[in-house]
T-cell receptor, first 112, second 116 residues
Framework: QQPVQSPQAVILREGEDAVINCSSSKALYSVHWYRQKHGEAPVFLMILLKGGEQKGHEKISASFNEKKQQSSLYLTASQLSYSGTYFCGTERDQNRDDKIIFGKGTRLHILP | NAGVMQNPRHLVRRRGQEARLRCSPMKGHSHVYWYRQLPEEGLKFMVYLQKENIIDESGMPKERFSAEFPKEGPSILRIQQVVRGDSAAYFC??????????????FGPGTRLTVL
């Protein structure tokens, strides 16, 4: 089941804040966030595990509501370098060999 | 400290030819994933492999596409008798695998396949 991301696209001015949401209809073990710039490979940003552990980028924060199967990525005081497409990926079960399913992405464009 | 390596970076094939895409995972990673991405679209899961074992190939087309990850050497995604619709960027990612704590994936630079 592909997670649903919202919004599909965001345009901000440098210094503004953004929130990108990711929701799933299935119970989740983890949520992964990646950023992809045009013509480049996706780059790992953050992973959030069921139970509260997380690992990731110093300047980007995220939350994971296990009961609602939702995650949000918070981009504060956005910089021009934050432009790109953000993907969330969901993993259902730690102990099974389960693939990560990615959402369709949220395009973020930062204006100077 | 090499990351995930993919080659070739660009591949041009004529309709009906075969395309072979290679992926070497990061050191210490035993799981490999292949994704296809069309311009301005998301990452579509194709196949998930461990060495000498296909774990999940639910995203692979039933015909013309195959993948392997041998005991020695890189993972290979093979597309036989390519058609124009196969033109896309193909990304490989690797991870340590589930049950290893954090299971973040690291992506290679991709192979951009163009079918003429």
């Amino acid at each position: 089941q592909q997670p649903v991301q919202s919004p599909q696209a965001v345009i901000l001015r440098e210094g503004e804040d953004a929130v990108i949401n990711c929701s799933s209809s299935k119970a989740l073990y983890s949520v992964h966030w990646y950023r992809q710039k045009h013509g480049e490979a996706p780059v790992f940003l953050m992973i959030l595990l069921k139970g509260g552990e997380q690992k990731g980028h110093e300047k980007i924060s995220a939350s994971f509501n296990e009961k609602k199967q939702q995650s949000s990525l918070y981009l504060t005081a956005s910089q021009l370098s934050y432009s790109g497409t953000y993907f969330c990926g969901t993993e259902r079960d730690q102990n099974r060999d389960d693939k990560i399913i990615f959402g369709k992405g949220t395009r973020l464009h930062i204006l100077p | 400290n090499a990351g995930v390596m993919q080659n070739p970076r660009h591949l041009v094939r004529r309709r009906g030819q075969e395309a072979r895409l290679r992926c070497s995972p990061m050191k210490g990673h035993s799981h490999v994933y292949w994704y296809r991405q069309l311009p301005e679209e998301g990452l579509k899961f194709m196949v998930y492999l461990q060495k000498e074992n296909i774990i999940d190939e639910s995203g692979m087309p039933k015909e013309r596409f195959s993948a392997e990850f041998p005991k020695e050497g890189p993972s290979i995604l093979r597309i036989q008798q390519v058609v124009r619709g196969d033109s896309a960027a193909y990304f490989c990612a690797s991870s340590r695998g589930p049950g290893q704590g954090y299971n973040e994936q690291f992506f290679g630079p991709g192979t951009r396949l163009t079918v003429l």
